[in-house]
């Protein structure tokens, strides 16, 4: 799993590439800890590149939006392709997250 | 010893026996003693501790410092090649007998007339001493002899096995020509006259051979390097047996002295042509089990070789379709008398070996000659060989060839072999018609890729040089059409496998599935394999931020123990009827409740224990084998 932070007028983005899995959680950590320090903007996950996700990288997201305690409103994911977006929507993980297909 | 001069180390503590004696040995003139006088054991061993050489010692038990059998001990102890002659104040046999037992060279009892016997005591002394060290010094040397005669046979020996066929060539005769061949060979004394050997030829021929030479023993293992080596000069030439053989005698009989001859048969087995030749001299008759089981036993008269010059041989030919066996052996099994008295002979040996005998893999022969040796007992009467070809059928269960891309140990081969398949070098051409080749390696991106693609069929990683606890899923899936996997924990979780496995899939069975579902399972089941399986790793602490920090650091801990990283995992693909796609991932793991996971529903927002709730989502079935450690999953053909 790579990442790459952006910052705009409307928060900060994490566009995240590769595989969001078991194998990812040390880089996720990182960015969870950065997006913390950084707390209280809009937070936009940009999923375009993600490959792959397991119910191990959905929990990432998970801590990720617990951690944030909902300060800049809802997480946003950003462009979940393929499998990822079947994750999110089997998991009813669109409900916790604002999805953007 | 005439007019010498010796030198006596007198030790005894009572004068007037001194005197005695060295009055009695002043008499002498042939040799002239001088006399060196101690009354303690002390002074006498200082001296000689000192340096001072003398000749015998006249040693009495009982000194001041010292008494019986200690006295000699310890005057041995000090100067091992001197000999001893003990002085007893009693005629007593037994103290004078336990003083030779112990090593002294003879006694004299101090009462006799000391005039008469103690010169005489003294030179036989000497010479019993003498004769001591010298067969001593000579059972040194035999001994350092026989245990170099000892190491040369051990070596010959070794040797004598090296020249039999190694595993990887019987692995490439069996991949190339569809010839099963098994062989035990047992030198009676070590070494031995017998071997056995084959060769590879041209257009799908294979030679084998077994000689045995007159004797055994190391001249009788000479001739057999020698043989072996005209052999070994002529391999890819022998096209005609007769004429090998008639070569073969001409240049033994030059060779060996008189008496001496070898017997041999010499067989090629064509397998395009479907056919046996064979040309014998004097070995005993071969057996050949037809397509239908069939016993008989082939002629295999003809000369020994190395009797005469002008020796001539037949070649002989009959059918050798698949499902046939030959059977060759060495004399010892007909000769050799049973339990009864008798002989086993042609009759009774063909009884016992059609009774290890099997259509489709020929005479089992580990089985036979265990049998053979406790029927006729050991050691066995003269060295033994006992080798089955079998040609294997044409349809039926293909052998699956593994293709090995490391150093080929016999031990990886025999391992290979123990997984029902068959060892075949990397760098060599596949055989023409091998289905669903597999790739054997260590692992690497490229070489786990290599196994999954075109031509192959699956991938085993060799993990610490050994293919060893491999699920017998693996090759059964291959059968299936499928494909499998065996890797280290280490590799996969290095080595991208969800994704490397998802692409090969839709290469493979590409028409119809729902891809996206079977990527989402193969992701779960690797996950939990891996982490839950053989790593042993909770979820539990992946709830928090911090819970990250301790889940990967727990997951370095276990990658880094040698056992859990080298466990394997497993996977297999299987094509189903109606498109469906049957995929297995194993551990081995501890194991987990299925049954108590099973009922599982997705909840929603959960940071872990989503996984099987997910797959059953995703799956037509899932099932548990193996105390949950090998899952299986259904996946449908077509679109959801």
Redesign the interface.
């Known amino acids: 799993m790579n990442y790459q932070f952006t910052e705009d007028g409307s928060g900060t983005c994490v566009k995240i590439s590769g595989?969001l899995?078991?194998?990812a959680?040390?880089d996720?950590?990182g960015i969870?800890?950065k997006l913390?320090a950084g707390k209280g903007r809009a937070v936009t996950f940009d999923l375009g590149g993600v490959?792959?996700?397991?119910?191990?990288g959905?929990?990432?997201l998970?801590?990720a939006k617990?951690?944030l305690g909902g300060a800049g409103g809802k997480i946003r994911l950003k462009s979940p392709q393929?499998?990822v977006l079947?994750?999110l929507r089997?998991?009813?993980?669109d409900?916790?997250f604002d999805v953007q297909s | 010893m005439a007019l010498q001069r010796l030198r006596v180390l007198l030790v005894e503590d009572e004068p007037g026996d001194a005197r005695l004696v060295i009055s009695a040995l002043r008499e002498s003139r042939s040799p002239v003693f001088s006399v060196v006088h101690e009354t303690t054991l002390a002074g006498a061993i200082g001296r000689v501790q000192a340096g001072e050489t003398f000749d015998v010692v006249l040693l009495d038990l009982s000194l001041p410092d010292s008494r019986g059998g200690d006295t000699l001990a310890r005057m041995q102890a000090a100067e091992r090649s001197l000999p001893i002659v003990i002085m007893t104040g009693l005629d007593d046999p037994l103290v004078a007998e336990g003083a030779l037992e112990a090593g002294a060279q003879d006694y004299l009892v101090k009462s006799d007339e000391p005039e008469r016997t103690v010169a005489r005591s003294i030179r036989y002394a000497i010479s019993r001493k003498h004769a001591e060290l010298e067969r001593q010094a000579l059972a040194d040397r035999l001994a350092v002899e026989y245990e170099r005669i000892a190491e040369e046979l051990a070596l010959a020996r070794t040797m004598q096995f090296d020249l039999l066929p190694r595993v990887e060539r019987l692995a490439r005769i069996r991949a190339r020509l569809g010839l099963a061949v098994d062989g035990f060979f047992e030198p009676s004394s070590n070494i031995g006259g017998d071997l056995w050997g084959c060769a590879e030829g041209e257009g799908g021929r294979a030679v084998f051979y077994t000689f045995d030479f007159s004797g055994h023993g190391v001249g009788a293992a000479l001739n057999v390097f020698r043989l072996h080596t005209l052999i070994s000069e002529l391999e890819d030439r022998i096209a005609d047996p007769a004429a090998t053989l008639a070569h073969l005698n001409r240049v033994l009989f030059n060779l060996l002295p008189r008496g001496q001859y070898a017997t041999m048969v010499l067989t090629i087995l064509d397998t395009e042509a479907g056919t046996l030749t064979w040309s014998a001299a004097g070995s005993p008759s071969p057996i050949l089990f037809d397509a239908d089981g069939g016993a008989r036993l082939l002629d295999s008269r003809g000369k020994p070789l190395g009797i005469s010059a002008s020796a001539q041989y037949t070649n002989r030919v009959t059918e050798f379709p698949p499902r046939s066996s030959l059977f060759l052996y060495s004399d010892v099994m007909l000769e050799s008398t049973l339990p009864s008295g008798e002989m086993l002979g042609e009759e009774g040996l063909l009884d016992m070996v059609r009774g290890f005998h099997e259509a489709e893999t020929g005479v089992d022969i580990p089985r036979l000659s265990g049998r053979f040796v406790e029927a006729v007992g050991s050691p066995l009467a003269d060295d033994m060989t006992a080798v089955c070809i079998t040609r294997l059928p044409l349809s039926g269960p293909v052998t699956p060839l593994m293709v090995v891309d490391a150093p080929v140990t016999e031990d990886l081969i025999g391992q290979v072999w123990g997984l029902g398949a068959a060892a075949h070098p990397f760098e060599e051409t596949l055989p023409t018609g091998t289905a669903q080749p597999l790739v054997l390696a260590s692992a690497s991106p490229d070489t786990v890729a290599m196994g999954l693609a075109s031509p192959y069929s699956g991938f085993f990683e060799i993990i610490d040089g050994r293919l060893v606890d491999i699920g017998s899923g693996c090759l059964d899936a291959v059968a299936r059409g499928g494909f499998c996997l065996s890797v280290s924990t280490s590799t996969a979780w290095s080595s991208r496998l969800a994704v490397v496995v998802g692409s090969e899939l839709r290469r493979r069975f590409g028409h119809h599935c729902d891809w996206e579902s079977v990527d989402l399972c193969l992701g779960e089941l690797i996950a939990n394999s891996i982490i839950h399986g053989n790593l042993a790793i909770q979820s539990g602490m992946r709830e928090t931020r911090e819970g990250l920090d301790r889940y990967s650091e727990a997951i370095r801990l276990a990658m880094s123990d040698p056992a859990r990283a080298a466990k394997r995992l497993e996977l297999t693909a299987v094509p189903l009827p109606a498109g469906r796609l049957q995929i297995t991932v194993s551990d081995r793991g501890a194991g987990f409740d299925f049954a108590h996971h099973d009922n599982k529903a997705i909840s929603p927002g959960a940071k872990h224990g989503q996984g099987l709730a997910l797959i059953h989502k995703l799956t037509e079935t899932v099932t548990s084998l193996d105390g949950g450690r090998t899952i299986v999953i259904v996946v449908q053909g077509g679109q959801r």
């Open positions: 595989e899995n078991f194998a959680s040390n996720f950590k969870i800890d913390v490959t792959r996700i397991d119910s191990v959905l929990g990432l998970y801590i617990e951690e393929g499998g079947k994750m089997l998991t009813e993980a409900a916790d």
